[in-house]
């Protein structure tokens, strides 16, 4: 597509449920990341994938959440049991490659509500 | 450790004032800077970057200047207009010290409103 696509846009899930969020990068874009962004807050970083290198998991929060990225393209984050603090927007970018000063574009986000 | 200050947090002008939003960071190791605009629902959106070879650069009625030796850089909106209002985020590379990773840490943003 012409864009980073996200989905779900929306999701509401219980407490203590898994919960699957998809982003499509930009067709040919190697480096992929993924953004925590909590209402009013800034951008948290999450994880990063770089074409076949071993991620970056730094900013992950806990060990329920996870990410992988299939076949270099596709990325599925993953978040176990939530909890009412994982509500937030979850936003995903890709860049060319990578590289200082490559344009990151981002999607429009995966709202995510924990009730 | 990685630090991004942005300040203000919010700010308010009259359509056709200036509005300036400034930034520090902490990786002297940076070489990118890039300015997002973030409307209500929406993801963040590149409005103009910086690479640390240039002092300035303008597109239209933005502009972004960089002071390395400070580790200061600043967005500048001239001629505001209310489809300016929006929360923009500054940006810097991190990671470029020998890491893998050239991930971007971002400022707390500033709301910025412009008056009709």
């Known amino acids: 597509g012409a864009g980073v696509s996200q989905s779900p846009s929306n999701k509401v899930t219980e407490k203590g449920k898994d919960v699957e969020l998809r982003c499509d990068p930009i067709?040919?874009?190697?480096?992929l990341y993924w953004y925590r962004q909590s209402l009013g807050q800034g951008l948290e970083f999450l994880i990063y994938?770089?074409?076949?290198?071993?991620?970056?998991k730094s900013g992950l929060p806990s060990d329920r959440f996870s990410a992988e990225r299939t076949g270099g393209s596709v990325s599925t984050l993953t978040i176990q049991r939530t909890q009412q603090e994982d509500s937030a927007v979850y936003l995903c970018?890709?860049?060319?490659?990578?590289?200082?000063?490559?344009?990151?574009?981002f999607g429009e986000g995966s709202w995510l509500t924990v009730v | 450790g990685e630090n991004v200050e942005q300040h203000p947090s919010t700010l308010s002008v009259q359509e056709g004032d200036s509005a300036v939003i400034k930034c520090t960071y902490s990786?002297?190791?940076?070489?990118?800077f890039p300015w997002y605009k973030q409307e209500l629902g929406k993801g963040p959106q590149l409005i103009i970057d910086i690479r640390s070879n240039v002092g300035e650069k303008k597109d239209q009625r933005i502009a972004v200047t960089l002071n390395k030796t400070a580790k200061h850089f600043s967005l500048h909106i001239t001629e505001t207009q209310p489809e300016d209002s929006a929360v923009y985020f500054c940006?810097?590379?991190w990671g470029l010290g020998g890491g893998a990773t050239n991930k971007l840490i971002f400022g707390t943003g500033t709301l910025l409103a412009v008056q009709p």
């Open positions: 994938f770089q074409g076949n290198s071993a991620p970056d």
């Open positions: 067709s040919g874009h190697t480096a």
């Open positions: 990786d002297s190791a940076s070489n990118y």
């Open positions: 970018a890709s860049s060319p490659h990578r590289g200082s000063g490559n344009t990151i574009y």
């Open positions: 940006a810097a590379i």
